[in-house]
Nanobody, 125 residues
Framework: QVQVVQFGGGLVQAGGSLRLSCAAS????????MAWYRQAPGKQREYVAA???????WYADSVKGRFTISNDNAKLTINLQMESLKPEDTAVYFC???????????????????WGQGTQVTVSS
């Protein structure tokens, strides 16, 4: 079994920054990709960014250039540095861990088997 625990989040004004972190532990030998998703009230969960153990990254167009995903600690801890935040970034953010057969599956929900508890990010205008 794999446990995924998230840290960070909170309230920030538009234009500000926040950092989210996530750590996977347990039976992680099969994990080769981790990602961030978010879900705003009344909307479906959407992909934000992903990273492989080797450091390949993939971003949603809505966050490209503003958010940076990184990994460390034997690649099972990831961070999401969020800059120039907008009110439309307000959502519950979820960390996920899984196994991607290729880089094209990094943004597919079906790649990720293990999910964190969710963290609220609120951006005020």
């Amino acid at each position: 079994q794999v446990q995924v625990v998230q840290f960070g989040g909170g309230l920030v004004q538009a234009g500000g920054s926040l950092r989210l972190s996530c750590a996977a532990s347990g039976s992680t030998s099969g994990i080769n990709a981790m990602a961030w998703y978010r879900q705003a009230p009344g909307k479906q969960r959407e992909y934000v960014a992903a990273i492989t153990r080797s450091g390949i990254t993939w971003y949603a167009d809505s966050v490209k250039g503003r958010f940076t995903i990184s990994n460390d600690n034997a690649k099972l801890t990831i961070n999401l540095q969020m800059e120039s935040l907008k009110p439309e970034d307000t959502a519950v953010y979820f960390c996920a861990a899984g196994s991607a057969p290729d880089i094209y599956r990094l943004q597919s929900t079906s790649t990720y088997f293990y999910w964190g508890q969710g963290t609220q990010v609120t951006v005020s205008s």
